[in-house]
């Protein structure tokens, strides 16, 4: 069982994202899983440069993207793994910019243009998005993130068989919130909400390292054009 996880945030160390990664990852390891962490910022990608390589009738091979940089090789193990859990900080209501570009050159390729809209990923493998962001719960889908979420939900479940999703709100954006601009903030109710409440989401990302890495993959929800 192998399991790739990829960190879509800057901050590479010790931040929210990457932190509930390392615990996703500890918890697949606690199931004998083969693990690997994809720094996506240590990396120079492009996203989708819509070359269709990928649709020509005449391709050699179904699943390739032709676009030749340091994503290739990470592409090409992704093709034996057995889950993928993707983490990204939210920036302005979307992945930020190396997890979209990511994304794009993961799932494109596998897009079948054909009328029963198969994906060409050749087996049923279990994904998970875990978001980080400033935003709390309550403005989530006030603020259509929760389409979002299920947007790229969707994609990837589509693509590969399964998706989950796990949200992390409110996080801290800043180590010490005296020493940069916060005034739009109450840092106090910020510092405790987190020191309650983060424990309990690298919980749940441990929980989904392990379901992850169980090899049980759920049964696909049809697509809403396919139903
Ligand atoms: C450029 C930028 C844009 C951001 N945009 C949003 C946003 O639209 N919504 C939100 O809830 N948080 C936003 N944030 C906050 C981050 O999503 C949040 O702090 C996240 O947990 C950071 O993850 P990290 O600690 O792993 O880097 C933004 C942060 C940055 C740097």
Known sequence: MKVMTFNGSPRKKKWNTV???NNALQGAQSTGAATELVQLYDLTFSGCISCFS???LSRKK???CSV???LTPVLDRVKEADALIIGTPVYYGAESAATRAFLERLCFP???YSKDGRSLFPRRINTAMIYTM?????MLPQIGYDRMFAMTQMMLQF???ACELLLSSDTLQYSDYDKFEAEAFDKDAKRQRHAKVFPDDCRRA???GVRMASGEVPEAKPMPWHE
């Open 62 to 64: 179904d699943g390739v």
């Open 68 to 70: 030749q940089d340091d």
């Open 110 to 112: 596998y897009l079948k």
């Open 206 to 208: 441990f929980e989904l």
């Open 159 to 161: 693509h590969f068989g």
């Open 134 to 138: 400033n935003a709390p719960d309550h």
């Open 54 to 56: 990928c649709k020509r």
């Open 19 to 21: 932190t509930l990664l």
